[in-house]
């Protein structure tokens, strides 16, 4: 339970698992291209993409789980806090460490695949301007990421079946980036989104900054909306009654996570 770890302990935790996330999933995409040298990118392409993103949150999800949440998505921490699940005054530490952990892993992509990985990108997500306008942009990363939340607030439900949690959260991860990833790159994750492209500045790589308010608005809004919509839908006259021996001051979460 998240109530015997201490908060050194679950930043610690969101930070490795973020920086897990960004190492594996991100750098997925660089390898990619790569091993791909001057072939097309295809369909099948993007699905290894999204299969590495979605395995390694099922891994964080039962690893680290348990000592900190495993939210490692800043929009997943805003949405439960939003609805009273999560205490407001962890927050900035927890996006901190996530953060941090982006970073990490975006840097320890270049540490394993070399300048070439910056050359091509390194992962970051970016929209083509000339084809997709702002509106679009900022729809595809709302859509993607109020997936995504509100799916990890049904399987951390009371009532949802136990065990899965991280099987049903690293599915959908895999099945959002399918039909975003094509307009966005689908990051659905603030820090997600920050990370790589800090670190792709620091390697002399060109980053389109402008976007980024695009990027964080969308991710930001759909983690409260979600969060709220699924309240709204769920909640019950037991949701709502004192519970004897709680602490209502602790995470109300058993295991949450997030691409």
Same mark, same amino acid.
């Given at each position: 339970m998240? $109530?015997?770890?201490?908060?050194?302990?679950?930043?610690? /935790? %969101?930070?490795? +698992? &973020?920086?897990? !996330? #960004? *190492?594996?999933?991100?750098?997925?995409?660089?390898?990619?291209?790569?091993v791909?040298g001057?072939?097309?990118?295809?369909?099948?392409?993007?699905?290894?993409?999204?299969l590495?993103?979605?395995?390694?949150?099922?891994?964080?999800?039962?690893?680290?789980?348990h000592?900190?949440g495993?939210?490692?998505?800043?929009?997943?921490?805003?949405?439960?806090?939003?609805?009273?699940?999560?205490?407001?005054?962890q927050v900035?530490?927890?996006?901190?460490?996530?953060?941090v952990?982006?970073?990490?892993g975006?840097?320890?992509?270049?540490?394993?695949?070399?300048?070439?990985?910056?050359?091509?990108?390194?992962?970051?997500?970016?929209?083509?301007? $000339?084809?997709?306008s702002?509106?679009?942009?900022?729809? /595809? %990363?709302?859509? +993607? &990421?109020?997936? !995504? #939340? *509100?799916?990890?607030?049904?399987?951390?439900?009371?009532?949802?079946?136990?065990?899965?949690?991280?099987?049903?959260?690293?599915?959908?991860?895999?099945?959002?980036?399918?039909?975003?990833?094509p307009?966005t790159?689908?990051?659905?994750?603030?820090?997600?989104?920050?990370?790589?492209?800090?670190?792709?500045?620091?390697?002399?790589?060109?980053?389109?900054?402008e976007?980024?308010?695009?990027?964080?608005?969308?991710?930001?809004?759909?983690?409260v909306?979600?969060?709220?919509?699924?309240?709204?839908?769920?909640?019950?006259?037991a949701?709502?009654?004192?519970?004897?021996?709680?602490?209502?001051?602790?995470?109300?979460?058993?295991?949450?996570?997030?691409?």
């Amino acid at each position: 339970m998240l $109530d015997e770890t201490n908060l050194f302990q679950r930043l610690g /935790a %969101e930070a490795l +698992g &973020t920086a897990f !996330l #960004v *190492f594996i999933g991100v750098g997925s995409v660089p390898a990619t291209l790569i091993v791909n040298g001057d072939a097309p990118f295809t369909m099948a392409d993007l699905g290894m993409i999204s299969l590495a993103f979605g395995t390694i949150v099922v891994a964080t999800v039962y690893a680290l789980g348990h000592i900190g949440g495993n939210h490692i998505n800043p929009a997943v921490t805003l949405g439960l806090a939003a609805t009273g699940k999560f205490p407001w005054s962890q927050v900035p530490y927890y996006i901190a460490a996530q953060v941090v952990g982006a970073v990490a892993g975006a840097a320890a992509i270049i540490g394993v695949l070399g300048m070439t990985a910056s050359d091509v990108g390194l992962g970051v997500a970016a929209y083509d301007a $000339d084809t997709v306008s702002v509106a679009r942009a900022f729809t /595809a %990363e709302f859509v +993607g &990421t109020f997936i !995504l #939340v *509100f799916t990890i607030f049904g399987v951390i439900h009371r009532k949802a079946a136990a065990g899965f949690a991280g099987v049903a959260i690293g599915l959908v991860v895999f099945a959002a980036i399918i039909p975003v990833a094509p307009t966005t790159g689908a990051s659905i994750n603030p820090a997600r989104t920050f990370g790589p492209m800090f670190v792709q500045q620091l390697a002399g790589g060109e980053v389109k900054w402008e976007q980024l308010p695009v990027y964080l608005a969308a991710e930001f809004l759909a983690g409260v909306v979600a969060a709220l919509v699924f309240v709204l839908l769920s909640k019950t006259p037991a949701d709502s009654a004192p519970v004897e021996g709680v602490d209502l001051g602790a995470p109300d979460l058993e295991s949450a996570s997030a691409r």
